[in-house]
């Protein structure tokens, strides 16, 4: 079905009467909403993760040392993750008030505003440290947006979704993640190998963001148009996904909010272990060029995406909660290699990411999936906006940030440790959650 059936449609009609006609919103609808949304806002965030890594240090600290300056980045890197939950329960309030429309249009503006202010910041050189703090104020504006872009399209998409097929469903909105990480990287490379280092961090750097802004417009349209549906209005209500307080979330499911906040942090912690930080720890302590490292990068956003789709077919088969415990078990198995891979010259740093992204993929593909009926159907809206942003916020906010400390000053087997604390906290979740039956296998 169309999305312009969908305006179409007589917004007069009932839910009720139209519960088995064609003009519904389906589930293969609702993912194809997920998916262009997300993409857009995965782009948005690994630009400023590679930016973070490739130019950020020289334009905003140049004060201090190659090492320190990439520190200082991946901090402010964190600010969103610190924001996107404040952005979250703010939005809801303005949801209540004014619709969701409304709300993603602010929010998706918010977001815009963040990106393009970001592109056009002088450097350290013209603002001295004004330009840190607006740095820092911008990327804590994106994390706050990006709390208010939640829209529901994934939580409807999973309940719509047949039950033998749920694994699948939950898989394909998680695509977007390598998709975007691909269409990031590929511009760097491109921009990189184009321009002399002194013309990247005079100005080329500015480009990807200026294509993220532009993006951005793309992805406010995308979801307008599938929210300001009358069928998509009338699904949300029926099926009771709707904002709720967050006092009484947080009394009423405040267990259901840890579980599934832990249950995906192997697969959050693992997230920018091979995306983001690789790059960091490849330009500071290897003879690897940047373009090289950013290609074998892409290769394993590529094998990333079939292993998704495999981690959809698993999950229909054995359960999103027992995939999940499988890629927990294979991320601690990783984990004790990770000193191997990354001390060991190129071909074993290009293994690290290669597998790296198999993993990623495998238990990406239902970090999402796993917290969608957790909640109560009246809670299941916000619960699931909630756990997401913590999840985020617990297990990858920090993570190129605390790596690439730890290898400098612990040494490279301690990222390893950290990856297995990350594996060993969604076992305990899954297996706190199976003794309760809080998170559904299904």
Sequence with gaps: MSISNVQSADPSASFAHDAGSHDQLTAGDLVVGVVIGRICQSFDLFVFGLGCVLAFPAVFFPFANHFDGMLLSFAVFALAFLARPLGSMFFVVLQRHLGLPAKLTIAMFLLGMATAGTAFLPGYSSWGWAAILVLAILRFGQGFALGGSWNGLASLAAIKAPKDKRGWYAMLPQLADPLGFILAAGLFAYIWSSLTPQEFVDWGWRYPFFAA?????????????????PRYAEQLKERELEPTSMRELVR???????????????????????????LSWAILYTQQTTVSFLLVQIVGAFVCLPCMFLSGKVANRFGRRTTLAVGALLIAVYSGWTALLLAGGVVNSYLFVIL??????????????AVSSNFRPEFRYSGAMIT???????????????????????????????????????????????????????
């Design 213 to 229: 802004f532009a993006i951005n417009v793309v992805s406010l349209f995308a979801s307008l148009r599938m929210v300001v549906a």
């Design 252 to 278: 009423s499911q405040g267990d259901n909010i840890a579980l599934g906040a832990f249950a995906p942090l192997a697969n959050y912690a693992l997230f920018y272990l091979v995306t983001i930080f690789p």
């Design 388 to 442: 997401s942003d913590l999840g985020w916020l617990i297990g990858a906010g920090f993570a190129p940030l605390v790596g690439l400390a730890l290898a400098r000053y612990a040494g490279v087997p301690y990222v390893g440790l950290y990856l297995l604390s990350g594996a060993i906290g969604t076992l305990v979740a899954l297996w706190i959650s199976r003794q309760s039956d809080g998170l559904p296998n299904d």
């Design 356 to 369: 790296g992204y198999a993993l990623l993929g495998f238990t990406h593909a239902q970090a999402a999936g």
